[in-house]
C-alpha cells in the first residue's frame, strides 16, 4: 500500500557532498515488491489535536502563527552563525562480495547543527560506515575531533559529540518548533557544494505526507519544501521564525528545488528514545501488509456496511504481536478510535490526510493500542503491542562488518539488500532473480532467522566442479535444516563423521571429505590472503561456545 514505483525511488537522492559520489541512491534502494509494511517513528505529539474535529482551532492556529512566523532570512542567519556546523567524514564501507575486507577510503561532507546537552544532531548518511569525524563551526579555522554517540539510519539521524571545551565557545543551540502548515515560509541553513562558507536557501512548505526515506530504505513523514536542497546540504536545519522545523537530507532528482526535511516529531522521538534508554530505540511496526478497500464489490465480499471503512489484512509478519491476535482477511476498522477511510488514510491537520500507519509511529516500543476490526461480518476489538521489527533480509548494514564463513574455499554469508546491491544501480534486474525475490517478499518465520547463501568458490582442487553452485541458498548441514549462519557455522564445526553433506536450492549437493576439506582450508585462506575463515561476530561466538564446553 505504502510501496514506490522504482523510477520515482532513484530520482530520490541524500544531499551528503561526496567526493567519489553525489547519489547514496547507486546503492539502488527499491522496494516496489509487495512486502510488510514498513514501521514508522513515534512521536510525543497528541495525533487527536488534528482531527476534523479541530479543524476550525488549527486553522485559527495557522492564521495566527502565520502573522509572526514568516521566515527572514537575515534571522535566520543570525541564529545559525553561532549554531550549523560543517562535518568532515572519513568513511569505508564493507565489500559484500569480499566481506573480509573493506572499499576504498573516502570523504564526504555535510551539516549539522547544536541542540541542547551540547551535541550535534546530523544526518545518519552524513557518518555512516564512518572511521574519522572533525567538525568546524561558522568563522573557525580549525577542526574539532567529533564522535558519533547514536545513530538512527531508519530516520536518518545521528547525534555528534565534541570533547573539547574550546569548540564550544560562543556556539549556541537551536530549538525545536512545530510541524510547519502548508506555505509558511523555511530557510534552510547548511554548507551546500560550490562553496566552503555558510550557506542560506529560503522556500516554503508544499507538502506534509510520508515519503521514502533513500539512505533507511523507510517511509516515514516528511516535509516537501521548495528550497534548494543541494549535496553538502544535509544535516542542516530548517529554520522556520527562531525554531527548527526539519532537518534538510534528501531531494528529488530531475526536479527543480524539489527538496525534504525530516519534520520535528521524527526527530523528537529519535532523541527522546536515546535520552530514555541510552540507545536508538528504532520504529514500531504492526507488521502488517495492507489492501486499500476502495473498492464496492470487495467491499460487499467481506460484507462491510454502508457506513464502514477500512483496510483488508493481507499479510501478517509472524514476529508481529499481532500475529495470532489478527488474521488474513480482518478489516482493520480504527486504530485508537480513529476511523480509517478505504484508501487508508487517517484525518490530519487542516483538511488534510495521511496514511494510517502514521497512528503507529505515535506509539513507543511496547505501548498498547486498541484496533477495531470487521471479521466474517463481525465487530471486535482488540489490544496489540507494538514492537520495531526486522526483516528477514536486512534493507541496510551500515556502521558494522559483514558476517561469513569460509570452509574448502566455499564463501558462506547472510542474504542482505547490501549485498545485492553490490550488483549495481540496477541491482533490481542484475541481481539474481530468486535472491532478489526472497529479499523483497519472504517473512522470517522464528526469531534469529536468515537466509544463508553460498555466495562464491575460491578455486580449488577440493572444490572443483562446484562453482557453478555460486549465489545458492543453503538448506540443510548433514541433514539438519539451518537457522541462520551461526547456525551453518557451528555444524560444520562441531562435524564428527567422516563425509559432509550439504543441501543447496534445487537439490543441489556440496559433499566432502571432512578431515580434506579442514586442510584444504588453511590452504585456500593463506592463497587468498584471508586473514580468518570466520567474520569476528562468530570468531566470539565459537569462543564462547568453547568456554562454556570447558565449564
Known amino acids: 500500500m505504502l510501496s514506490c514505483s522504482i523510477r520515482t525511488l532513484r530520482r530520490l537522492k541524500c544531499c551528503c557532498n561526496k567526493r567519489w559520489s553525489s547519489l547514496f541512491l547507486a546503492k539502488g534502494y527499491c522496494f516496489s515488491k509487495p512486502k510488510v509494511v514498513p514501521s514508522f517513528c513515534n512521536t510525543d505529539i497528541k495525533f487527536s489535536r488534528f482531527y476534523v474535529g479541530e479543524r476550525q482551532s488549527s486553522l485559527r492556529q495557522w492564521q495566527r502563527r502565520s502573522l509572526y512566523t514568516v521566515t527572514d532570512t537575515y534571522e535566520a542567519i543570525e541564529l545559525a552563525l553561532d549554531s550549523v ?33 551540547k551535541k550535534i544532531l546530523t544526518n545518519a548518511h552524513v557518518v555512516a560506515d564512518h572511521t574519522f569525524v572533525l567538525v568546524r563551526k561558522h568563522g573557525s579555522p580549525t577542526k574539532y575531533r567529533a564522535e558519533v554517540q547514536a545513530v538512527g539510519h531508519e530516520c536518518d539521524l545521528a547525534i555528534l559529540v565534541v570533547e573539547s571545551p574550546e569548540f564550544w565557545e560562543g556556539m549556541n543551540f537551536l530549538e525545536l518548533g512545530d510541524i510547519p502548515f502548508l506555505q509558511e515560509a523555511v530557510a534552510v541553513v547548511g554548507y551546500p557544494q560550490g562553496g566552503d562558507n555558510i550557506s542560506v536557501t529560503k522556500g516554503v512548505v508544499s507538502r506534509v505526507e510520508p515519503t521514502q526515506y533513500v539512505h533507511g530504505a523507510t517511509q516515514l513523514m516528511a516535509i516537501q519544501i521548495d528550497a534548494a536542497i543541494n549535496p553538502g546540504n544535509s544535516g542542516g536545519p530548517a529554520i522556520m521564525g527562531n525554531k527548527v522545523a526539519g532537518v534538510a537530507f534528501q531531494n528529488l532528482s530531475g526536479a527543480e528545488n524539489i527538496g525534504y526535511i525530516i519534520p520535528v516529531p521524527v526527530i523528537k522521538h529519535f532523541i527522546a528514545g536515546i535520552e530514555e534508554s541510552g540507545k536508538y530505540m528504532g520504529f514500531c511496526s504492526m507488521g502488517l501488509s495492507c489492501q486499500p478497500t476502495e473498492n464496492v464489490q470487495l467491499r460487499n465480499h467481506f460484507k462491510m456496511q454502508p457506513h464502514m471503512t477500512g483496510v483488508l489484512v493481507s499479510k501478517i509478519n509472524p514476529l508481529s504481536d ?132 553460498l555466495s562464491q568458490v575460491l578455486m580449488d582442487d577440493i572444490n572443483a566442479g562446484y562453482e557453478r553452485l555460486a549465489e545458492l541458498q543453503v538448506k540443510k548441514v548433514n541433514g539438519i535444516e539451518i537457522k541462520n549462519l551461526k547456525h551453518l557455522c557451528q555444524l560444520v564445526e562441531n562435524c564428527s563423521r567422516e563425509s559432509l553433506r550439504i543441501d543447496l536450492d534445487d537439490d543441489r549437493v556440496v559433499a566432502l571429505n571432512y578431515e580434506s576439506a579442514r586442510i584444504a582450508t588453511s590452504r585456500i585462506l593463506e592463497r587468498h590472503r584471508i586473514p580468518s575463515l570466520m567474520s569476528i561476530d562468530l570468531v566470539s561466538e565459537q569462543n564462547s561456545l568453547l568456554m562454556d564446553s570447558a565449564e
Open 322 to 453: 499481532v500475529y495470532g491476535v489478527l488474521k488474513k482477511d480482518d478489516i482493520i476498522l480504527e486504530f485508537d478510535g480513529v476511523p480509517i477511510a478505504n484508501d487508508g488514510t487517517v484525518p490530519f491537520r487542516n483538511r488534510e490526510r495521511i496514511t494510517f500507519d502514521h497512528l503507529v509511529s505515535m506509539k513507543k516500543p511496547n505501548e498498547t493500542a486498541l484496533v477495531k476490526v470487521l471479521r466474517n461480518g463481525e465487530e471486535h476489538a482488540f489490544t496489540i503491542t507494538l514492537q520495531p521489527l526486522q526483516l528477514l533480509v536486512p534493507v541496510h548494514q551500515f556502521d558494522k562488518l559483514p558476517s561469513y564463513y569460509i570452509f574448502a574455499g566455499l564463501v558462506f554469508v547472510p542474504l542482505t539488500q547490501p549485498y545485492l546491491h553490490e550488483y549495481g544501480e540496477d541491482w533490481y534486474n542484475t541481481s539474481p532473480r530468486r535472491l532478489c525475490e526472497r529479499a523483497l517478499r519472504e517473512l522470517p518465520k522464528r526469531a534469529g532467522e536468515q537466509l544463508v547463501i
Open 85 to 117: 556546523i560543517k562535518i568532515f567524514t572519513v568513511s569505508s564501507s564493507p565489500n559484500y562480495f569480499l566481506p573480509w575486507q573493506n572499499k576504498s577510503q573516502r570523504e564526504t561532507m555535510g551539516s549539522g547543527f547544536v541542540i541542547p546537552g
